[in-house]
């Protein structure tokens, strides 16, 4: 078909050729041409139906990727709005809690390391310190605001004596 199509005159196929090409695809059963262009344009369409249905369930799962990224950084409510193209509306808290955290001697070790070594470390702390603020009732990056009748500023306080054990634990 793409050699019918050819802008050299010379290159394109013969009507011959053309009928010798469909003998050979219709395994040397008479059948007229027309009947075999619909049958490939049929399996043609086919295939295509089929490509397309792959790749909108590839599309699929990248943009399930891509929205649960999104909501991990941000609340579900900034991140629904940043999709949905609408502003997004600053909210008040009536009281939080914020802990901040130093690696001590951060700077002496990095200069001393590799930089996979680095990130390795970083990696290694970030996955720890999830997994412990995961088994207590504090959050690193509240999905949406913990609203209730407890107050987190306990859990942290709850929180922060096991960093510090596991920090002096891992330091020696």
Known sequence: MKQCWSEQPERRPTIDQIFDQFKNINKGRKTNIIDSMLRM???????????IRERTEELEIEKQKTDKLLT????????????????????YFEEVTLYFSDIVG???ISAMS??????????????????IIGSHDVYKVPPRPPWGPRNRGWEVL???????????????
Do not use: C, H
Request: proline share 9%; net charge negative.
């Open 72 to 91: 991990q950084m941000l609340p579900p409510s900034v991140a629904e709005s940043l999709k949905m193209g609408t502003p997004v509306e600053p909210e």
């Open 106 to 108: 951060f700077t002496t």
């Open 41 to 51: 344009l049929e399996q043609y369409s086919s295939n295509l139906e089929d490509l």
């Open 158 to 172: 709850r929180w922060g004596p096991v960093a510090l054990r596991w920090g002096r634990e891992g330091s020696e």
């Open 114 to 131: 590799e930089p996979i070594e680095v990130v390795d470390l970083l990696n290694d702390l970030y996955t720890l310190f999830d997994a």
